[in-house]
């Protein structure tokens, strides 16, 4: 799940602690370097429910149903990956690493040891993200004084994370609860890419040694900047009824594979 994993990491998940509170709206602006275009992503925050809204596309996550849907905006579609998705998908991965094993027991043997140390076979696992590690420069982005931590990912990139005390921005404790429920549903479907998840929040507060949200992240690959993600503001607001749900008119598609 490695295309989605960073998606999430810069556009920084929150959820809010109860349902009696008010709901929460982080905006943040995310600088894309390879085209010079700057957007705008609005994390929209429930008790049990988080909505990350970009240009054309949103995601959606259902904690009471246990549901992530991609809401594709342009085409006015969606993918919901619920339960019955994540078992399909699961036995379509198993299926695909049994037929590979079976193929490669004809082929010659330095050609199956090559497949088997690059991964292709399913048997290799991925390579572990590294922890944050304490770079000891702080700085001021917008409102809030935050440190910078640094974590090299597996895939070879590097993020760079300015992070605030949690309360220091407005939020509790509990405005992580489903946003770490997220997480932990994506990496028990996905066994393999625990490991590279990179929004692990209670390895992060580990860490980095306090509760803290990124206010800013930094993504570079090879000393090139890739993606600048600002935080702009945090809102306390009550939002509409249907913040959460699929918009009307929009078709499901199913998942590229699954279709039966």
């Given at each position: 799940?490695?295309?989605?994993?960073?998606?999430?990491?810069?556009?920084?998940?929150?959820?809010?602690?109860?349902?009696?509170?008010?709901?929460?709206?982080?905006?943040?602006?995310?600088?894309?370097?390879?085209?010079?275009?700057?957007?705008?992503?609005?994390?929209?925050?429930?008790?049990?429910?988080?909505?990350?809204?970009?240009?054309?596309?949103?995601?959606?996550?259902?904690?009471?149903?246990?549901?992530?849907?991609?809401?594709?905006?342009?085409?006015?579609?969606?993918?919901?990956?619920?339960?019955?998705?994540?078992?399909?998908?699961?036995?379509?991965?198993?299926?695909?690493?049994?037929?590979?094993?079976?193929?490669?027991?004809?082929?010659?043997?330095?050609?199956?040891?090559?497949?088997?140390?690059?991964?292709?076979?399913?048997?290799?696992?991925?390579?572990?993200?590294?922890?944050?590690?304490?770079?000891?420069?702080?700085?001021?982005?917008?409102?809030?004084?935050?440190q910078v931590f640094r974590k090299l990912l597996g895939s070879g990139m590097t993020v760079d994370s300015?992070?605030?005390?949690?309360?220091?921005?407005?939020?509790?404790?509990?405005?992580?609860?489903?946003?770490?429920?997220?997480?932990?549903?994506?990496?028990?479907?996905?066994?393999?890419?625990?490991?590279?998840?990179?929004?692990?929040?209670?390895?992060?507060?580990?860490?980095?040694?306090?509760?803290?949200?990124?206010?800013?992240?930094?993504?570079?690959?090879?000393?090139?900047?890739?993606?600048?993600?600002?935080?702009?503001?945090?809102?306390?607001?009550?939002?509409?009824?249907?913040?959460?749900?699929?918009?009307?008119?929009?078709?499901?598609?199913?998942?590229?594979?699954?279709?039966?």
């Amino acid at each position: 799940m490695r295309p989605i994993i960073p998606l999430l990491a810069i556009a920084l998940g929150i959820t809010a602690a109860s349902a009696a509170q008010a709901e929460v709206q982080i905006s943040s602006e995310t600088f894309n370097a390879a085209s010079g275009k700057t957007s705008q992503i609005n994390m929209y925050i429930a008790a049990d429910r988080l909505k990350m809204d970009m240009e054309n596309m949103a995601v959606i996550y259902r904690d009471d149903t246990g549901t992530v849907y991609n809401v594709m905006k342009d085409r006015h579609q969606y993918m919901a990956f619920d339960q019955a998705t994540q078992q399909r998908m699961a036995a379509m991965m198993s299926a695909m690493k049994d037929q590979m094993r079976q193929q490669m027991q004809s082929m010659p043997e330095a050609q199956r040891k090559q497949m088997e140390a690059s991964g292709m076979a399913g048997m290799a696992a991925p390579k572990p993200d590294g922890p944050y590690k304490k770079t000891g420069q702080s700085k001021v982005v917008g409102a809030w004084s935050c440190q910078v931590f640094r974590k090299l990912l597996g895939s070879g990139m590097t993020v760079d994370s300015c992070f605030a005390p949690v309360s220091a921005i407005g939020l509790t404790h509990g405005d992580l609860t489903a946003l770490k429920a997220l997480t932990e549903r994506m990496r028990k479907a996905m066994p393999q890419s625990a490991q590279t998840n990179s929004m692990d929040i209670d390895a992060q507060t580990q860490e980095i040694g306090f509760e803290g949200f990124p206010v800013e992240t930094v993504i570079s690959a090879n000393g090139t900047l890739r993606t600048t993600s600002t935080m702009k503001s945090v809102q306390h607001l009550s939002l509409p009824a249907d913040t959460f749900e699929i918009p009307a008119g929009y078709t499901r598609q199913e998942m590229p594979g699954l279709r039966q």
